[in-house]
């Protein structure tokens, strides 16, 4: 199993948008429930969205509603992440993860617990 990861929109200032895409192989992707989840140097590791893979249902925490967007292309096995109104606090290293079924939700916070996890793509965002 492998995720391909890459951010296009390059260094943003806040204000500004990126968008992330993770590329699967080696497994089903259509089967499995797709997530984001990030995490800041000495933070860690947080819960950002998540799309369902029976109903295409969508989660984003709270510190990304209505700023941050996931989808997924299951034809070419991929998610993205759209990100628009980033705040300097979204600097982070962002991961994509796979799970049969949806993570947790406690309190309105996602569980970092999937099975899979890609490599981490790092998202700056000067101030």
């Known amino acids: 199993l492998r995720f391909s990861c890459g951010v296009w929109g390059g260094l943003v200032q806040a204000g500004g948008s990126l968008r992330l895409s993770c590329t699967a192989s080696?497994?089903?992707?259509?089967?499995?429930?797709i997530g984001w989840f990030r995490q800041a140097p000495g933070k860690e590791r947080e819960g950002v969205s998540y799309?369902?893979?029976?109903?295409?249902?969508?989660f984003h925490a709270d510190s990304v509603k209505g700023r941050f967007t996931i989808s997924r292309d299951n034809a070419k096995n991929t998610v993205f992440l759209q990100m628009n109104s980033l705040k300097f606090e979204d600097t982070a290293v962002y991961y994509c993860?796979?799970?049969?079924?949806?993570?947790?939700?406690?309190?309105?916070?996602?569980?970092?617990?999937?099975?899979?996890w890609g490599q981490g793509t790092l998202v700056t965002v000067s101030s």
């Open positions: 799309i369902s893979n029976r109903d295409g249902s969508t």
């Open positions: 080696g497994f089903a992707f259509d089967d499995y429930t």
């Open positions: 993860a796979a799970d049969q079924s949806p993570p947790t939700v406690i309190g309105g916070l996602i569980m970092p617990i999937m099975d899979y």
